[in-house]
């Protein structure tokens, strides 16, 4: 049962953001607090790699405890968030740790466009005669595990 309504109250793992101008470049995140925009996050930010996500297959990895939660990219860890803690300052929450002792479903998306791609940062917005001219506009998934 979801607990919290609204995007970001209920929460949300972003186990990895990456931008396809920025192929080695992925971050983490997550999301909480109060409804969206006046929601919080943190994060790893972005992080180089140094090898292009879209050449091979890689593992990306959450390992969630009641007290972290941690990212990894092909079994190295390279970033941890600690969730024993208020993770708002006040509503909604009621106690160290929610909204992420709670299940959570699963997404598995790409985004185009949007606030993500900041046009002062990463160029003109791809307009959608563009982005149907990509090679491989495609997102590849070999498996998704829980354990």
Do not use: C
């Not at 049962?1 to 953001?17: H, K, L, N, P, Q």
């Not at 990456?18 to 994060?43: C, D, F, K, M």
């Amino acid at each position: 049962m979801i607990e919290w309504t609204g995007r970001a109250a209920s929460g949300e793992i972003d186990i990895s953001e990456v931008r396809g101008e920025q192929p080695t470049i992925s971050q983490s995140t997550l999301h909480y607090g109060a409804q969206w925009p006046q929601n919080q996050y943190s994060g790893s930010g972005p992080v180089d790699f140094g090898f292009d996500f879209s050449q091979d297959y890689h593992v990306f990895g959450a390992e969630w405890t009641n007290a972290s939660i941690k990212f990894l990219v092909d079994d190295k860890e390279f970033h941890t968030e600690n969730i024993d803690r208020n993770m708002s300052s006040g509503a909604p929450y009621t106690k160290n740790g929610q909204p992420f002792d709670q299940p959570f479903f699963w997404i598995l998306n790409v985004a185009v466009g949007g606030q993500f791609f900041p046009s002062n940062e990463y160029g003109p917005a791809v307009t959608p005669d563009e982005a149907r001219q990509w090679p491989k506009p495609t997102m590849e998934i070999d498996y998704v595990r829980k354990m």
